[in-house]
T-cell receptor, first 108, second 113 residues
Framework: SQQGEEDPQALSIQEGENATMNCSYK?????LQWYRQNSGRGLVHLIL?????REKHSGRLRVTLDTSKKSSSLLITASRAADTASYFC????????FGAGTTVTVRA | EPEVTQTPSHQVTQMGQEVILRCVPI?????FYWYRQILGQKVEFLVS????????KSEIFDDQFSVERPDGSNFTLKIRSTKLEDSAMYFC???????????FGPGTRLTVT
């Protein structure tokens, strides 16, 4: 399994601050994906970064990938209350393997 | 924007009964998946389906489970003889290609009593 593991487990920030979370994985990958899950809801795909990419942006999201360290980071800039959710990285070896996630709480 | 839909949103069943969870993937997608999330635990892969057959399944996906694409739009997960430990959120997902973004439905909460 190429399961991603997120760090930290939980993060609490003030609205407007940036949130950074990390993901580590074990084996080589084709791509790495980040997902968000609001409490009790489905998973929302945020961004996919391919193994030959180092950085990718989507709106307020920035993802980096370091294949030499087998790690990725997700940065959410100018956080909003609506960003409160759990964030997961998943490596794609066809079947997604999810970690336990980082729970982000954005305080108003 | 196209989305994956799942029905029902919540299913309550008695132990030993059979349930069928339904999903309508995004129409032009070719790969279909079921995942499970037991309360408080990680999302776990169950099975993937392509070209009308199972392409991969996890250890969880034993003979109690089956999947079917009965027509051009629905994708179903059948759980026979449900057990208490089958209680979980079941998510359906679909993707256009094998290594692409997977789009998840809102889930079906299955409660086995």
């Amino acid at each position: 399994s190429q399961q991603g593991e997120e760090d930290p487990q939980a993060l609490s920030i003030q609205e407007g601050e940036n949130a950074t979370m990390n993901c580590s994985y074990k084996t080589s990958i084709n791509n790495l994906q980040w997902y968000r899950q609001n409490s009790g809801r489905g998973l929302v795909h945020l961004i996919l970064i391919r193994s030959n990419e180092r950085e990718k942006h989507s709106g307020r999201l920035r993802v980096t990938l370091d294949t030499s360290k087998k790690s990725s980071s997700l940065l959410i800039t100018a956080s909003r209350a609506a960003d409160t959710a759990s964030y997961f990285c998943a490596t794609n070896d066809y079947k997604l393997s999810f970690g336990a996630g980082t729970t982000v709480t954005v305080r108003a | 924007e196209p989305e994956v839909t799942q029905t029902p949103s919540h299913q309550v069943t008695q132990m030993g009964q059979e349930v069928i969870l339904r999903c309508v993937p995004i129409s032009n997608h070719l790969y279909f998946y079921w995942y499970r999330q037991i309360l408080g635990q990680k999302v776990e892969f169950l099975v993937s389906f392509y070209n009308n057959e199972i392409s991969e399944k996890s250890e969880i996906f034993d003979d109690q489970f089956s999947v079917e694409r009965p027509d051009g739009s629905n994708f179903t997960l059948k759980i026979r003889s449900t057990k208490l430990e089958d209680s979980a959120m079941y998510f359906c997902a679909s993707s256009l290609d094998r290594a692409g973004e997977q789009y998840f439905g809102p889930g079906t909460r299955l409660t086995v009593t």
